[in-house]
Antibody, heavy 122, light 111 residues
């Protein structure tokens, strides 16, 4: 059974860097069939895709966040991570990590982690 | 405001049927499959439908999906109290963005 679990700081000050880690169990993050993604949800914006990292460690980000987001993979720990730089209160959200299943002509998110709330405030 | 448009809320009585619509454009739903996700209070979002109308193992056949052109629909029959929550459609953009898109979500209330 594949499971994902987010770990985050809870509270981040404006202008600082938000760092999140997702620990994956039940499948290797090196698997060729899957990508790994972050999705966030705020009360004002609903679900917003942040980005993904694929099996060759290439990344793709939401254009609205591309200048501030960095994703990476740690295969030794079977984890992947997100860093979001220069955060503002608008980045306050529940952050979910999710596996991206890639069928070749379609991709979908399954499963998702439980989510971790990150609040940006001084 | 989401690029994929869903009704903010729908409601129906237990045992009844409800449909949730998702409307997009030619660069997203018009050229890509749709997925549907269920988000119940206090739980992780869960995949309900992928590739327009396929159900993952474990999802009851009370849930169904369809797509035509730039619109998609999620159907739920035999409504149960446990179905109450938020439902999101999702797809990908085939333009320069090439990223994932979600609808704004629809809150289902079981009366």
């Amino acid at each position: 059974q594949v499971q994902l679990q987010e770990l985050g700081p809870g509270l981040v000050k404006p202008s600082e860097t938000l760092s999140l880690t997702c620990t994956v169990s039940g499948v290797s993050v090196r698997s060729s069939y899957y990508y790994w993604s972050w999705i966030r949800q705020s009360p004002t914006k609903g679900l917003e895709w942040v980005g993904y990292i694929d099996d060759s460690e290439a990344t793709k980000y939401n254009p609205s966040l591309e200048s501030r987001a960095t994703m990476s993979v740690d295969t030794s720990k079977n984890q992947f991570s997100l860093k979001l730089h220069s955060v503002t209160p608008a980045d306050t959200a529940v952050y979910y990590c999710a596996r991206v299943v890639n069928s070749g002509w379609h991709r979908w998110f399954d499963p998702w982690g439980q989510g971790t709330l990150v609040t940006v405030s001084s | 405001q989401s690029i994929l448009t869903q009704p903010p809320s729908v409601s129906a009585a237990p045992g009844q049927k409800v449909t949730i619509s998702c409307s997009g454009g030619s660069s997203n739903l018009g050229n890509n499959y749709v997925s549907w996700y269920q988000h119940l209070p206090g739980t992780a979002p869960k995949l309900l439908i992928y590739e327009n109308n396929k159900r993952p193992s474990g999802v009851p056949d009370r849930f169904s999906g369809s797509k035509s052109g730039t619109s998609a629909t999620l159907g739920i029959t035999g409504l149960q109290a446990g179905d109450e929550g938020d439902y999101y459609c999702g797809t990908w953009d085939t333009g320069l963005n090439g990223g994932a898109l979600f609808g704004g979500g629809t809150k289902l209330t079981v009366l």
